[in-house]
Structure formats: structure tokens, C-alpha cells
T-cell receptor, first 113, second 111 residues
Framework: KNQVEQSPQSLIILEGKNCTLQ??????????LRWYKQDTGRGPVSLTI?????NTKSNGRYTATLDADTKQSSLHITASQLSDSASYIC????????????FGTGTQLKVEL | DAGITQSPRHKVTETGTPVTLRCHQT?????MYWYRQDPGHGLRLIHY???????DKGEVSDGYSVSRSKTEDFLLTLESATSSQTSVYFC??????????FGPGTRLTVT
């Protein structure tokens, strides 16, 4: 069964600290992996997209890594800000699956003063 | 929200009544999608469209129908709403790059 598992489920960190969110997937055959940020009451917004051949991609203070062999990805947030408080969702697309995506349930991040 | 609007943004309805949610885009993208988001679940695809009058089912399509008569509009209809359809509904669009852009969501409560 095609699944995407994220950990931790929730996380609280102090402003200015770094954190890393994890994603494991069983989706096959793999096409690409995306990380989305979803603010409360808003739709998800794309942070990064990585294909099989990419193992790192950055977007400002967000850096995503991908290990297609172990089917793991991580999202590292550097120097966190209060505005980083959101749900971070890992999403995997299958080859030949059209654009039908498999979504993780998200990691709820709260950044505090 | 990438030129996507959803209406209404909030709706409360009674069990058994029909409900239609509207998604409107100004990006002229070919693909449009309807998802639902529930606690403990990732977003799940209800229906999608790959062109005007071309639609197909997603993983949770039972109880839902869709229509797309114009490129810019994608309608989701609950023929007879049930409490299990209480959810937040998101529309998404994509073009040839397959990047999906999401709308602001519609919170539907069925009492």
C-alpha cells in the first residue's frame, strides 16, 4: 500500500532554534517528493519538490533532503521564526500515477518565544 | 493563493440536503482537483479533472459528483450530505509542470 509517514506528529521549539522533520514513504514507483507548509485555516503551499536524482533542495531557511534508496526525506528548518508555526506535509507522487498524490498527515510545528 | 478562489468559505447544512462547492481559477490551468482534509488523515483526493468535461474519480469519491463546463470552474456536489462529509475541502490546480496550487479551503459542517 502506498503510504507516507511523518514524524514527529508535533513539535515545539524556541524561536531561533533549528529543527528537522522526517518523512518515510512506501510509494512506488517513485516520481517526486514535495514538502508543503500549511498555515492554520489556509491551503498548503509548496516549499520544495525533489525528483529521484536530487538529494538536496533549499528554499530560504528550508532545506529538504531525499534518500530514494531508503525512501526517506527530511525537512530542516534553520533559525526558526514565529511565522514558521504551521503544519508541514510530505507528499509523494508516483510515476504513472498521473498527478495523484499521496499525502502524509503532517508535522505540527509550533515556534515559541 | 495562486489565483484560486473557493466559495462558500464556510457552510453549515443539514443531513440529506444537496450542497455544491465552487472552485474558480484565473490561471487557465488544465488540471483541477478536489480534496478533503480530516484530522488524522492526509489530504485525500475526491475527484479531479484533466480538461473541460473530463473528470475522473479519486480515492474517496463515493457520495460526491463533479462537473467542469468551463476551464476556470470546477464544481463539487454532495447530492445528499451526510455527517461523515463534514470536512475541510480544498481545490487545487496544476498545469503542465504538475506543481499543485491549493485554494483557501471550504469548511463544511453537516448537522
Amino acid at each position: 500500500k502506498n503510504q507516507v509517514e511523518q514524524s514527529p506528529q508535533s513539535l515545539i521549539i524556541l524561536e531561533g532554534k533549528n529543527c528537522t522533520l522526517q518523512c518515510n514513504y512506501t510509494v512506488s514507483p517513485f516520481s517526486n517528493l514535495r514538502w508543503y507548509k500549511q498555515d492554520t485555516g489556509r491551503g498548503p503551499v509548496s516549499l520544495t519538490i525533489m525528483t529521484f536524482s536530487e538529494n538536496t533542495k533549499s528554499n530560504g531557511r528550508y532545506t529538504a533532503t531525499l534518500d530514494a534508496d531508503t525512501k526517506q526525506s527530511s525537512l530542516h528548518i534553520t533559525a526558526s521564526q514565529l511565522s514558521d508555526s504551521a503544519s508541514y506535509i510530505c507528499v509523494v507522487n508516483r510515476t504513472g500515477g498521473g498527478n495523484k498524490l499521496t499525502f502524509g498527515t503532517g508535522t505540527q510545528l509550533k515556534v515559541e518565544l | 493563493d495562486a489565483g484560486i478562489t473557493q466559495s462558500p468559505r464556510h457552510k453549515v447544512t443539514e443531513t440529506g440536503t444537496p450542497v455544491t462547492l465552487r472552485c474558480h481559477q484565473t490561471e487557465n490551468h488544465r488540471y483541477m482537483y478536489w480534496y478533503r482534509q480530516d484530522p488524522g488523515h492526509g489530504l485525500r483526493l475526491i475527484h479531479y479533472s484533466y480538461g473541460v468535461k473530463d473528470t475522473d474519480k479519486g480515492e474517496v469519491s463515493d457520495g460526491y459528483s463533479v462537473s467542469r463546463s468551463k476551464t476556470e470552474d470546477f464544481l463539487l456536489t454532495l447530492e445528499s450530505a451526510t455527517s461523515s462529509q463534514t470536512s475541510v475541502y480544498f481545490c487545487a490546480i496544476s498545469g503542465d509542470t504538475y506543481e499543485q496550487y491549493f485554494g483557501p479551503g471550504t469548511r463544511l459542517t453537516v448537522t
